[in-house]
């Protein structure tokens, strides 16, 4: 399962501000996804977390260092090629939701199957299954404002979902729920993960959704300062990254997906 990162960024640095409050938000981080992966990342507030999320998202670009999405680089891009890659590559989950408050569930999930060229009727066969994944089956024509926190997560996490992209990014995705809605997000959370295999990461600051993820990585100043895995009762110090062997070096994922389905 851990052949390769879908998604991997090696010593990010992000600066933020300009003079005297010149902050330097990233101080060389690394950070791998792998297919199949629910992890989340903790940290502090003022940590870099949003800053490296929106890193991650293609929305913000690092001072230095280097991503690759889909054995894509993603340095050196259009703002064009950006959002071309955070179509095919990225799914995005939000604390508030982002729902349209004037569409139903169905129309919400379309609206992002719509914009990525979709048929009108792919678009609403992948948007229903989407939410019956999610559990909502029996809510397609349900408005926002009808729906509760839960149920308007759930039409978010089916709106990431919907066009199948390898990875998704949540952004405090429980911030705004009850202690058991918050535990059912996350418990879907790490089921998308695992089906498709898709590579699923999480900020957030509730130390009680630590028991769904398959890994926690802890970010403190800037810096990567912990990796824990599930069932380690420890926390794995982060390590500089070896240089890695020419014929260790992986396929990239579009070549490796041809070779599946060869
Ligand atoms: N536009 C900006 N200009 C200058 N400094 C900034 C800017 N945005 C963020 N920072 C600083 O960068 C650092 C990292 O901020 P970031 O928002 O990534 O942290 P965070 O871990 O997401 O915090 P929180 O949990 O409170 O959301 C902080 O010291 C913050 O004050």
Same mark, same amino acid.
């Given at each position: ?10 010593? +990010? ?55 690759? =999405? ?40 379309? =609206? ?19 939410? +019956?994944?999610? %559990? ?12 509760? %926190? ?15 992209? $390898? ?7 429980? @911030? ?25 990461? @999480?900020?957030?600051?509730? $130390? ?10 802890? +970010? ?16 794995? $110090? ?25």
């Amino acid at each position: 399962m851990r052949a390769f990162p879908i998604l991997e960024a090696r010593q +990010i640095v992000k600066e933020l501000g300009q003079g005297e409050g010149k902050v330097q938000a990233l101080k060389g981080v690394d950070l791998a996804l792998y297919e199949g992966e629910f992890t989340l990342l903790m940290g502090p507030s003022g940590s870099g977390k949003t800053t490296l999320l929106s890193i991650l998202g293609c929305l913000l670009t690092p001072t230095s260092g280097t991503l690759t =999405l889909g054995g894509e680089s993603v340095v050196h891009r259009s703002a064009e090629d950006l959002a071309d890659l955070r179509r095919r590559h990225l799914g995005f989950i939000f604390q508030s939701y982002n729902l349209f408050p004037t569409l139903s569930a169905l129309d919400n999930v379309r =609206l992002g199957l719509d914009v990525r060229g979709f048929s009108s009727r792919e678009c609403k066969e992948r948007a229903a299954e989407a939410l +019956i994944e999610v %559990g909502l089956g029996h809510r397609l024509k349900a408005y926002p404002g009808t729906l509760s %926190g839960g149920e308007k997560q759930r039409v978010a996490i089916a709106r990431a979902i919907a066009p199948e992209p $390898p990875v998704i990014l949540a952004d405090e995705p429980t @911030a705004a729920l009850d202690t058991e809605n918050g535990h059912a997000i996350m418990e879907l959370l790490s089921c998308v993960a695992r089906k498709n295999g898709r590579a699923v990461l @999480a900020v957030t600051h509730d $130390p009680r959704t630590i028991p769904f993820a398959d890994r926690v990585i802890e +970010i403190e100043d800037g810096i990567i300062s912990g990796e824990r895995k599930k069932h380690a009762a420890t926390v794995i $110090p982060a390590r500089p990254r070896q240089p890695q062997a020419a014929h260790g070096t992986p396929a990239p994922y579009q070549e490796r997906k041809r070779q599946a389905h060869a």
